[in-house]
């Protein structure tokens, strides 16, 4: 396998090809350009496009996240970076009373064709303030598309539609994933929104799983492989289009499902898909659906305060092992 | 020097306005009108004074105070009050009400209601001409009260240092809703007195004059598609009703009222007309040739249907759905 990307690169690479194919993509942010950006995931595009498709701004949110809405109502593609998701509650007005509505409330006159990415989400130790899950605040406001992929391939796909979407796209990038790696994706890849992928076959329990929580699933259904549970795990790939017809179908195999979410329990995105399952596929069910989330703190900054209070492959491996042996 | 014929149709327009708002008052106040209205009766010069100076192509961004710019930019009367009566034929289909209207055919790309929030938007159009190399312009009109929040300054500071071409266009009508802007701000003119601290041009004109700001925002949007970067234009003006519907702006004192009132931009314009020699039977022709249009106009707009229940799940999405799951 020669052809190994990083999660970061991938970033990159899948903004560069869109911005390769259509002249009216452009990026906007801080520290996007001449330094590449704070995580390092618009390497080259500077160097590649110049300053008049990459450009730095202030320290502005509600500015640029602003103007990249106007410029997108007015025949640009904007890909907007927002350095930490936590940073939504800066220019949350514009994520949650105009880009999404705007389309709406002016009876589909205008359209806002702009991405927003951001890294999102914990495991490297930054604190409360710039570590959280938020894509469950995202998921609350009707109007926005969600993608959040969770390898590089996905990023390239996910980018690629995300930019080529005529909707408003938050594409969330997991910060824990940044340095992991896989085989790249061939030109022109595309992963149309809403299409969730079953990235391993079991016949025993789905795990129902997003970004940083698939390679937590992943090892966690290797774990239990051992002991003779075999684990379905569905990578939803976006919130928004939800591919509810994927998760079903596998609960409809598995009649055991587990939600694996790092946003918090308290109105996490898993309750949205048990409702749904517990009034379409409930016949489906052998047991209680359950939820492995973020637990209800803000997140704590020690190494091993954080770990425990996030979905760790501990936790859904004993959570599993559980639903299995008393709904059997 | 505006001709008379011009200045006639600026006229005509400001009268078709206020008739607009007179009668969207008194549909408010028959029950035909849902939610709340914020009525520009008092501010027609800004509107018909800023459209003037632009064209077809640039844009405009206005407040949910806005059908006064939304009637300027060629949205009719009918739209306008059918929107406000949630009707099938309102200009926004009914999904919009008073606070949105947008009339996106002439890039009156909409108003919006939540204070200060379309500043940076106008700014991104704004670069987004200069990006697909147009020399379009875009403005971005609001109120006195948007003058203290973030996204104004954050709007101001990346306009200027990418030396965008648009144009802020403060309607400073004193009060931000019962609240003199005076008493919670730190400097005399609102928006003007901050252009200093983005190093952009900020000029107070009179916004109850149409010929001045005509001038001033044709300088401005001169400068502006000359490369120049933006201006801070503060049009001092007042409000005939109160901040919306449920207040009767009880805070305002009687002898201030009185003074605007007195300098009323419809006054002050047919002052201008009869001077350059216009027959007052012409002025008198063209406010009773408004009240036959607004008439009709709420007459056609009572007769329209509702929106069809269906409507309530188009147009979330480009494809013109709302679908969100499989």
Redesign the interface.
């Known amino acids: 396998m020669e052809d190994v990307i990083s999660y970061r690169e991938a970033i990159a690479e899948g903004i560069a090809r869109e911005m390769r194919r259509d002249p ?1 993509v ?1 990026c906007v942010g801080e520290d996007i350009g001449a330094a590449e950006g704070v995580f390092k995931t618009t390497v080259g595009l500077f160097a590649e496009f110049g300053p ?1 498709r990459v450009w730095d ?2 320290i ?1 949110e ?15 593609r ?1 890909v907007a970076e927002l350095m930490f998701s936590d940073f939504f509650a800066c220019c949350w ?2 994520l949650a ?2 880009i999404p509505k ?10 806002v ?1 702009i991405v927003v990415r951001t890294a999102n989400g914990g495991g490297l130790g930054f604190g409360a303030q710039h570590s959280q899950a938020v894509e469950n605040w995202a998921f609350a406001v ?2 926005l598309k969600i993608a959040a992929p969770s390898t590089p391939a996905d990023v390239i796909g996910l980018m690629a539609a995300a930019i080529r ?3 408003p796209v938050i594409v969330f990038e997991h910060k824990a994933l940044f340095a992991s790696k896989g085989p790249t994706a061939p030109l022109d890849h595309v992963v149309p929104l ?1 299409k969730a992928a079953t990235v391993r076959a079991g016949s025993d329990v789905t795990l129902v799983a997003l970004a940083s929580t698939v390679p937590t699933c992943l090892a966690s259904a290797s774990l239990l492989d051992g002991e003779g549970i075999q684990a379905e795990v569905v990578d939803l790939r976006c919130l ?7 998760v079903l179908d596998s609960v409809g195999r598995t009649s055991r499902l587990v939600i694996v979410e790092e946003n918090p329990y308290q109105g996490g995105w898993g309750g949205t898909v048990a409702s ?1 399952v517990a009034d379409e596929g409930f016949q489906l069910l052998d047991a209680p659906i359950t939820r492995v989330a973020g637990a209800c703190v803000p997140l704590p900054f020690a190494d091993s305060l954080e770990k425990h209070v996030l979905p760790s492959v501990e936790r859904v491996t004993g959570v599993v092992r559980e639903l299995i042996r008393r709904w059997s | 020097m505006i001709d008379a014929e011009r200045l006639l149709s600026w006229y005509h327009m400001m009268v078709l306005i206020r008739r607009t708002e007179k009668a969207a008052q008194d549909l408010f106040l028959a029950g035909l009108v849902k939610g709340t209205t914020h009525l520009a009766a008092g501010q027609e010069a800004v509107a018909v004074g800023a459209s003037a100076a632009l064209r077809d192509d640039d844009y405009l961004f206005a407040t949910y105070r806005g059908h006064h710019h939304a009637i300027a930019r060629g949205a009719t009367p009918e739209a306008c009050l059918a929107e406000l009566m949630s009707k099938a034929s309102g200009l926004c289909a009914g999904k919009g009400g008073s606070m949105h209207l947008t009339h996106a055919a002439r890039n009156m790309l909409g108003s919006y209601a939540i204070v200060g929030a379309h500043l940076p938007i106008a700014a991104g159009a704004a670069w987004s001409a200069g990006l697909r190399g147009t020399d379009q312009v875009a403005v971005a009109c609001f109120g006195d009260g948007a003058t203290n929040i973030g996204a104004f300054h954050e709007a101001l500071n990346l306009a200027a240092v990418w030396r965008l071409p648009v144009i802020f266009l403060c309607e400073n009508n004193l009060y931000m809703e019962y609240t003199p802007i005076a008493s919670v701000t730190a400097v005399e003119h609102p928006a003007a007195d901050r252009a200093a601290a983005y190093n952009l041009p900020g000029h107070v004109i009179d916004g109850n004059d149409v010929e001045v700001v005509y001038e001033a925002m044709s300088e401005a949007v001169a400068r502006a598609r000359d490369g120049a970067g933006p201006t801070i234009l503060e049009a001092l003006t007042y409000r005939h009703y109160g901040h919306s519907r449920t207040d009767p702006a009880k805070y305002r004192p009687q002898q201030e009222v009185q003074e605007w009132l007195a300098r009323d931009p419809l006054l002050v314009t047919q002052s201008r007309l009869l001077a350059l020699g216009v027959p007052k039977e012409s002025l008198k022709e063209m406010q009773e040739q408004a009240d036959k249009v607004v008439e009709a106009a709420v007459t056609a707009a009572k007769a329209a249907p509702e929106p069809e229940l269906e409507s309530a799940f188009t147009d979330v999405w480009a494809d013109g759905g709302a679908s969100w799951r499989t």
Do not use: C, H, K, W
Request: aromatic share 6%.
């Open positions: 009216s452009i008049g701004t202030p502005s509600q500015g640029f996240i602003g103007a990249a809405m106007g410029a997108a109502m007015t025949g640009m904007p007005d514009y009373n105009e705007v389309r709406y409330m002016t009876g589909g006159q205008v359209t064709p009707p109007g979407s005529d909707d809403g928004i289009p939800l591919d509810m017809r994927t749904i």
